[in-house]
């Protein structure tokens, strides 16, 4: 299983990126899929996720603001990130949860960096 995530980057406060994560080995459909991120010296934390039934959960701090979505024909699976601030400057990380076994997998980490 291979999780490759693309679209980070520097961006005023205010400004918009998206995220995106292919998937191979393993189908996001049917399993429990999101994003979290990790700041410095802070707990990685869930972001954004859709449950294997197809329901989506927003942390609050990201809620109005970001956007969670998935191409199953790509096996791709995006993040929109618009109006965003300084806070939200972190590593981010591709997750997805094996239904069979709930193992767990990550993708290797994207940054995204918000600073005027």
């Known amino acids: 299983v291979q999780l490759v995530e693309s679209g980070g980057g520097s961006v005023q406060p205010g400004g918009s990126l998206k995220l995106s994560c292919a998937a191979s080995g393993i189908t996001f459909s049917g399993n429990k899929r999101g994003w979290f991120r990790q700041a410095p010296g802070k707990e990685r934390e869930l972001v954004a996720q859709?449950?294997?039934?197809?329901?989506?959960n927003y942390a609050d701090s990201v809620k109005g603001r970001f956007a969670i979505s998935g191409d199953a024909a790509k096996n791709t699976m995006y993040l929109q990130m618009d109006s965003l601030k300084s806070e939200d400057t972190a590593v981010y990380y591709c997750?997805?949860?094996?239904?069979?076994?709930?193992?767990?997998?990550w993708g290797q980490g994207t940054q995204v960096t918000v600073s005027s």
């Open positions: 859709i449950t294997s039934r197809g329901s989506t």
């Open positions: 997750h997805v949860r094996r239904s069979t076994d709930f193992f767990n997998f």
